[in-house]
């Protein structure tokens, strides 16, 4: 059995039996761009969630920030992360943890998909989106600037 009260056997390509893969969130509701997400754990004593979020060759999660915090594990993938104006490659394991109020924003490499877990609180705040004039300061870094219009920075 693949699925039982507490266990959930993993599938090839970063699936799992008996987790549904849901959209990233509400479309229309803010930019992303090919990406999916996986509720692996949720349970109202831990008070957090644990996603799975996988983004295709290029794929980009939302441009945000909010009150809660995010615990990232990178495990498939190769990409690079922006947190808190603030950009770097990542890889397999590495781990990425946003602080409250941090704009962050994930993005796969052109040719690889990239995949990482998540914990998150169960109850949170929704993610502000940038107005132009915060847009306008964290453009004002360069590298910050070359990695929102997508365009992949070196080392
Ligand atoms: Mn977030």
């Not at 490659?89 to 409250?100: C, G, M, T, Y």
Request: proline share 7%; net charge positive; aromatic share 10%.
């Amino acid at each position: 059995m693949g699925v039982s009260a507490w266990f959930r056997s993993a599938l090839p390509g970063f699936r799992w039996h008996g987790v549904e893969e849901r959209p990233y969130k509400e479309e229309g509701s803010a930019p992303f761009k090919d990406i999916s997400r996986q509720v692996l754990f949720e349970d109202p004593a831990l008070n957090c969630q644990l996603r799975y979020f996988e983004m295709k060759p290029g794929g980009y999660s939302t441009l945000e920030r909010h009150e809660h915090v995010h615990g990232v594990v990178i495990l498939r993938g190769h990409g690079e992360c922006m947190v808190g104006g603030e950009v770097r490659q990542v890889k397999p394991h590495d781990l990425v943890h946003i602080p409250p109020m941090t704009w962050h924003q994930f993005r796969a490499a052109p040719g690889e998909a990239m995949g990482f877990l998540c914990m998150v609180n169960m109850a949170r705040d929704k993610g502000q989106l940038p107005d132009a004039a915060q847009l306008k300061a964290l453009r004002s870094d360069p590298r910050v600037a070359a990695f929102l219009s997508g365009k992949r920075s070196q080392g």
